[in-house]
Each structure stands twice: as structure tokens, then as C-alpha cells.
């Protein structure tokens, strides 16, 4: 039928957006838990804000914790998870976030192509890639759902702009005249209604929201140049216009932000994180960067462009700009928040290939749509198997909680000489597991002060790490040292590990994760309790030290 064949070659690429939006997400189904680090610390912190109601100052039941809300600019998954889980349960409630979280980040940049273009071309797929990156392996939820959640507000600025709307209304199929944006005017609901939305995703995210207003300031710069020939009136409503999207967020920071016991310097350290940069790009598995898809999409587009087979609109130049200069120059630490440097990146990645537009024929285009997905697919497959590895060792000590004893305080171990040259963040937070099943007490909880919605009731603060600079676990080469209270054996100790000065006095159980390596000969005070293949409990033996 005629309308057939003028329907499938308009919307066919659209249609490419929503299948690699569909192979990305299925890892999360594939597995109970995805080894994201972060993953079981949050998981832990949604049941205890679900489970909600207050018991004698207790989070639904747990002796050590109490719900603390404030207006924290960090609350995208506190909030959203705990009540869809009234409704699924915790673990779907928070595969259905990240799956949400997925979505934007595949079809945010899609429709910020659509905004500029006024259709979806196949760019936007190549830049579905980016959407498995460190944010995303990491675990870092609220980051990585506000920045999707920015794509989107992003693509509604362009599309509501001045200038659309006097193309629209002009019938003009070239660029708007600023003339006609101007008699147009802008409209107060407008404003209100980005204000709210940047308020939200201010909310979700403090940096997802700053690097927003980079995207904004920078697109509207670039539209002054374009469109209003430099003309400096014409600048000032521009910068006036974002300025007032933000106003509310601002004095939400400066008046409403509680302090944080985790906020310290900036640090940036840029020759040691230049590399975690580029690797951040794009992972198809915890700490496997993919250098050489990274390097074939950015050499193809730069080919493309020098070819002329590839055009970046001219009004993402200053964006892109910005961007990349924030993925290079971001620092590694502020406000209290590692990984700053990680944040960016695939930011950039996405965005460069929502503003691109690859001018080649139809068989061409559909020839590249069908290779893409090809790979999305495969990259799905390879982080799905990944997963599956680290889901049989989740499951068995998901097992063995049974094990361990209701409202026991455990601290996680790690033998680094069994482990060997193999990752081990993603057990960094394994024993968090165990906070909604058993009621226990782990170190290593994201309870930091003025960042996070749980906390710790007293004593137990002293006994838990206080900021991100404390929030990984101790060797079993250190725990001597660590009992004798001797901290200032190495900076690395004294900075990173205060809390477990005299551990053996506040602990019950030791998990030492050692992935059935050669281990380390126990040190006196852990007294074997389960043996496992990839893990081991161990009591905690207090000595005399303890009754002084």
C-alpha cells in the first residue's frame, strides 16, 4: 500500500531506538542481582525506606538505622524505588528503575536529535552504546537516572524554543529568523513549567543538574550567534531566561542542602584519571572498557565529517565543547563525591551523536542500522554473561545468611592476596545483602550525613564509614594492625579506615571474601565460623582489649 511505503522509511529509525532500548535492558532481567557495586547498598537502603514505618526510632524494625529526610539533592531512587516496591516488591521495583533509567539514556538523545533535526536519523543508535557505561556499571543510580532524566529535559527545550515555535508558525522549512522569535515572545508557562522540571532533577541529582545548565547556557550562546547576530540584548534575555530556570534549585542549595559530614575539597588529579576517562566511555562488563568499539565510533564519525558524509548541527557545537571540556578537566573528588571525573564522558559520547547526521543513502543507513544493533545485542549478551557469573556467587550467600545471626554486626574482609588481580569492588558491598534479611549492622551502608536519607542510630555512627573516602573494606593483612589500633601503620589506613580502630570490640562477623584462592592465614581474632568457595564467615573475637 502507498502509505505503507511512505510510513516505513519516515519512522523505521525510531524503531531502532526502541529495540536497542529493549536488548540493553535485558541483562537486569537475566540475573537476581547485576554485580554493579553499589548495587546491594542500595538495594539495602530502599527496603529499609519502604519498609518506612518508625519502630522506637528504628527503620522498619532494624535497631541500627533510622530514616532521616532531608532536602538532599540526591534522592532520584530513595524516592521512586521504595514506592513502586509497595506495588512489586524491592529487586523489581529496582530493575524497573534502572530499566527507566536505560530508556532515557538511549532515547533521551534520540529525541534531542529529533529537536534539531525534526526527525530520527541513525545517529542517535550509535550513541546507545554509551548508555552501558561507568555510571551504569558502577551502580551509581541517582546519577545515572538523572542524567538520562536531562537528556529529556534537554530535547523539550529545543523543541519548545522560541525558535521552533516561529518556524512553526512561519511554515518555514529553514532556519527560524530571529525576528520572528522575538515578536513571538516567551511564554511565562514555559519557564515555570523547565523551572519545576530542573527543580526535580535537581533533586534526583545535584550534578546532573549542573551539567544541565552547561548543556543549556551553552546552546543558548550558540543560538545568539546563529540567530541574533551576536546581538548582546538579544544575549542578555538568553542568560536571563536560564538563570530563572535554575532560580529555584539555587536557593534550594544554598538554603536547604543539609551540611555533610562527607563533604571535602576539590581534588582533581587529572594524569592519574585521564585513562578511567576514556574507559569510562563504554563497559560491557565491570572494569572491561571496549577501546576498540570507543575508537571505531568517535574515528567513523570524524571520517564521515571530513568526508561530508556527516554534519553536527550548528547549534551543539558549543554544547559539545562544553562537554568535552568537563570530560577531560571535571575533578576525581567534590562535595564529598568521588567519580566527579566519571560523570561526564558518556554524557559527551551521547550528546556528540544526537547532534550528528549521516547523509548517505537509504540501503547505506539501513545497512549501518542493522550493524549496530547487531553489536548492541552482542554487548547485551557479553554483559548478561558476566552478570551470571557474579549472580551464582550473590545467590550463594544469599544462601547462607541463615548463617548468620539476627541484628549481628558484620564487616566485609578482603583477601587480596587470594583475590588476586581480579576486581573485587563488586563485593565490596556483598554483606548489605543481608541488612533486610537478617536486621544487620554493616560499615559500608550509604549513610553519609547530609548525602543520604538512612543513617545510623548511636553508638553505631562511630563504627561506620563516614564519607566515600572511607567506603571500601579492609585487606586481612591489615586487621592486626587494625585491632591493636595502630592506624598510622599507613596513610592509606588512617584515612580510610578510622572507624574499625579496635574493630574486634564492635564486630560479630567477619565476611572475608577470598574467591577460592590461596588464602591468607586467618589472624587471631577470627575464628572460623562457615567455610565457602567464594566467601568465608568468620566470628569476631573480642580480646581484653575490649573491657577497657
Same mark, same amino acid.
Request: glycine fraction near 8%.
Given at each position: 500500500?502507498?502509505w505503507?511505503?511512505d510510513?516505513?522509511?519516515?519512522?523505521?529509525? %525510531?524503531?531502532?531506538?526502541?529495540?536497542a532500548?529493549?536488548?540493553?535492558?535485558?541483562?537486569?532481567?537475566?540475573?537476581?542481582?547485576?554485580?554493579?557495586?553499589?548495587?546491594?547498598?542500595?538495594?539495602?537502603?530502599?527496603?529499609?525506606?519502604?519498609? =518506612?514505618?518508625?519502630?522506637?526510632?528504628?527503620?522498619?524494625?532494624?535497631?541500627?538505622?533510622?530514616?532521616?529526610?532531608?532536602?538532599?539533592?540526591?534522592?532520584?531512587?530513595?524516592?521512586?524505588?521504595?514506592?513502586?516496591a509497595?506495588?512489586?516488591?524491592?529487586?523489581v521495583?529496582?530493575?524497573?528503575?534502572?530499566?527507566?533509567?536505560?530508556?532515557?539514556?538511549?532515547? @533521551?538523545?534520540?529525541?534531542?536529535?529529533?529537536?534539531?533535526?525534526?526527525?530520527?536519523?541513525i545517529?542517535?543508535?550509535? %550513541?546507545?552504546?554509551?548508555?552501558y557505561?561507568?555510571?551504569?556499571?558502577?551502580?551509581?543510580?541517582?546519577?545515572?537516572?538523572a542524567?538520562?532524566?536531562?537528556?529529556?529535559?534537554?530535547?523539550?527545550?529545543?523543541?519548545?524554543?522560541?525558535?521552533?515555535?516561529?518556524?512553526?508558525?512561519? @511554515?518555514?522549512?529553514?532556519p527560524?529568523?530571529?525576528?520572528n522569535?522575538?515578536?513571538l515572545?516567551?511564554r511565562? =508557562?514555559?519557564?515555570l513549567?523547565?523551572?519545576?522540571?530542573?527543580?526535580?532533577?535537581?533533586?534526583c541529582?545535584?550534578?546532573?543538574?549542573?551539567?544541565?545548565?552547561?548543556?543549556?547556557?551553552?546552546?543558548?550562546?550558540?543560538?545568539?550567534?546563529?540567530?541574533?547576530?551576536?546581538?548582546?540584548?538579544?544575549?542578555?534575555?538568553?542568560?536571563?531566561?536560564v538563570?530563572?530556570?535554575?532560580?529555584?534549585?539555587?536557593?534550594?542549595?544554598?538554603?536547604?542542602?543539609?551540611?555533610?559530614?562527607?563533604?571535602?575539597?576539590?581534588e582533581?588529579?587529572?594524569?592519574?584519571?585521564?585513562?578511567?576517562?576514556?574507559?569510562?566511555?563504554?563497559?560491557?562488563?565491570?572494569?572491561?572498557?571496549?577501546?576498540?568499539?570507543?575508537?571505531?565510533?568517535?574515528?567513523?564519525l570524524?571520517?564521515?565529517?571530513?568526508?561530508?558524509?556527516?554534519?553536527?548541527?550548528?547549534?551543539?557545537?558549543?554544547?559539545?565543547?562544553?562537554?568535552?571540556?568537563?570530560?577531560?578537566?571535571?575533578?576525581?573528588?567534590?562535595? =564529598?563525591?568521588?567519580?566527579?571525573?566519571?560523570?561526564?564522558?558518556?554524557?559527551f559520547?551521547?550528546?556528540?551523536?544526537?547532534?550528528?547526521e549521516?547523509?548517505?543513502?537509504?540501503?547505506?543507513r539501513?545497512?549501518?542500522?542493522?550493524?549496530a544493533?547487531?553489536?548492541?545485542?552482542?554487548?547485551?549478551?557479553?554483559?548478561?554473561?558476566?552478570?551470571?557469573?557474579?549472580?551464582?556467587?550473590?545467590?550463594?550467600?544469599?544462601?547462607?545468611?541463615?548463617?548468620?545471626?539476627?541484628?549481628?554486626?558484620?564487616?566485609?574482609?578482603?583477601?587480596?592476596?587470594?583475590? @588476586?588481580?581480579?576486581?573485587?569492588?563488586?563485593?565490596?558491598?556483598?554483606?548489605?545483602?543481608?541488612?533486610?534479611?537478617?536486621?544487620?549492622?554493616?560499615?559500608?551502608?550509604?549513610?553519609?550525613?547530609?548525602q543520604?536519607?538512612?543513617q545510623?542510630?548511636?553508638?553505631y555512627?562511630?563504627?561506620?564509614?563516614?564519607?566515600?573516602?572511607?567506603g571500601?573494606p579492609?585487606?586481612?593483612?591489615?586487621?592486626?594492625?587494625?585491632?591493636? %589500633?595502630?592506624?598510622?601503620?599507613?596513610a592509606?589506613?588512617?584515612?580510610g579506615?578510622?572507624?574499625?580502630?579496635?574493630?574486634?570490640?564492635?564486630?560479630?562477623?567477619?565476611?572475608?571474601?577470598?574467591?577460592?584462592?590461596?588464602?591468607?592465614?586467618?589472624?587471631?581474632?577470627?575464628?572460623?565460623?562457615?567455610? @565457602?568457595?567464594?566467601f568465608?564467615f568468620?566470628?569476631?573475637l573480642?580480646?581484653?582489649?575490649?573491657?577497657?
Amino acid at each position: 500500500m502507498a502509505w505503507e511505503r511512505d510510513w516505513t522509511p519516515r519512522h523505521w529509525t %525510531g524503531f531502532t531506538l526502541i529495540a536497542a532500548s529493549l536488548m540493553l535492558v535485558t541483562p537486569l532481567w537475566n540475573v537476581w542481582a547485576p554485580a554493579m557495586p553499589d548495587y546491594p547498598a542500595h538495594l539495602a537502603s530502599f527496603a529499609l525506606i519502604e519498609q =518506612g514505618v518508625f519502630h522506637h526510632g528504628a527503620a522498619g524494625g532494624n535497631a541500627f538505622y533510622h530514616l532521616q529526610w532531608n532536602f538532599v539533592p540526591n534522592l532520584a531512587s530513595e524516592i521512586l524505588v521504595p514506592l513502586l516496591a509497595r506495588l512489586t516488591g524491592v529487586i523489581v521495583a529496582t530493575k524497573l528503575f534502572l530499566t527507566a533509567a536505560l530508556f532515557l539514556w538511549i532515547l @533521551g538523545p534520540g529525541a534531542i536529535h529529533r529537536a534539531l533535526y525534526g526527525r530520527v536519523g541513525i545517529a542517535p543508535l550509535f %550513541g546507545s552504546f554509551f548508555a552501558y557505561n561507568a555510571n551504569f556499571i558502577w551502580g551509581f543510580f541517582n546519577y545515572y537516572f538523572a542524567a538520562g532524566l536531562s537528556f529529556a529535559i534537554f530535547a523539550a527545550w529545543i523543541a519548545t524554543s522560541e525558535e521552533r515555535r516561529a518556524k512553526r508558525v512561519s @511554515g518555514s522549512s529553514g532556519p527560524a529568523k530571529a525576528t520572528n522569535a522575538a515578536s513571538l515572545g516567551e511564554r511565562p =508557562g514555559r519557564l515555570l513549567g523547565f523551572a519545576l522540571a530542573i527543580t526535580a532533577l535537581y533533586f534526583c541529582h545535584i550534578f546532573a543538574a549542573a551539567s544541565l545548565l552547561l548543556m543549556l547556557a551553552s546552546f543558548e550562546l550558540a543560538q545568539n550567534f546563529r540567530l541574533d547576530n551576536r546581538d548582546l540584548p538579544a544575549l542578555g534575555r538568553r542568560a536571563l531566561r536560564v538563570a530563572l530556570l535554575y532560580v529555584p534549585a539555587a536557593l534550594a542549595f544554598v538554603l536547604l542542602k543539609p551540611r555533610s559530614t562527607g563533604e571535602g575539597g576539590v581534588e582533581f588529579n587529572l594524569a592519574d584519571t585521564m585513562l578511567d576517562r576514556f574507559q569510562s566511555l563504554m563497559q560491557h562488563a565491570f572494569d572491561t572498557s571496549d577501546y576498540v568499539l570507543t575508537a571505531i565510533l568517535f574515528g567513523g564519525l570524524a571520517l564521515a565529517l571530513i568526508l561530508r558524509k556527516a554534519r553536527l548541527h550548528p547549534a551543539m557545537w558549543g554544547v559539545l565543547a562544553v562537554l568535552l571540556v568537563g570530560a577531560l578537566g571535571a575533578p576525581e573528588w567534590a562535595l =564529598g563525591g568521588w567519580a566527579v571525573h566519571l560523570r561526564l564522558p558518556a554524557v559527551f559520547g551521547a550528546m556528540l551523536f544526537a547532534s550528528a547526521e549521516l547523509r548517505m543513502p537509504p540501503p547505506a543507513r539501513a545497512s549501518l542500522a542493522v550493524l549496530a544493533l547487531t553489536m548492541i545485542a552482542g554487548n547485551a549478551i557479553l554483559l548478561t554473561q558476566n552478570w551470571l557469573g557474579y549472580d551464582l556467587v550473590y545467590r550463594q550467600f544469599q544462601a547462607s545468611l541463615e548463617e548468620i545471626p539476627r541484628g549481628s554486626r558484620l564487616l566485609t574482609v578482603l583477601d587480596g592476596n587470594a583475590i @588476586g588481580g581480579r576486581s573485587d569492588q563488586p563485593y565490596w558491598h556483598m554483606a548489605e545483602f543481608a541488612v533486610p534479611e537478617r536486621g544487620v549492622f554493616t560499615p559500608l551502608l550509604f549513610t553519609t550525613k547530609g548525602q543520604h536519607v538512612v543513617q545510623w542510630n548511636q553508638p553505631y555512627a562511630r563504627y561506620a564509614a563516614a564519607s566515600a573516602q572511607q567506603g571500601s573494606p579492609p585487606d586481612v593483612d591489615e586487621l592486626n594492625d587494625l585491632a591493636r %589500633g595502630a592506624l598510622d601503620a599507613n596513610a592509606e589506613m588512617r584515612e580510610g579506615l578510622p572507624y574499625l580502630d579496635h574493630f574486634q570490640c564492635h564486630f560479630d562477623i567477619a565476611v572475608v571474601v577470598h574467591l577460592g584462592g590461596k588464602r591468607t592465614p586467618a589472624p587471631s581474632m577470627l575464628r572460623l565460623r562457615q567455610d @565457602g568457595s567464594f566467601f568465608s564467615f568468620y566470628d569476631i573475637l573480642p580480646d581484653r582489649s575490649c573491657r577497657q
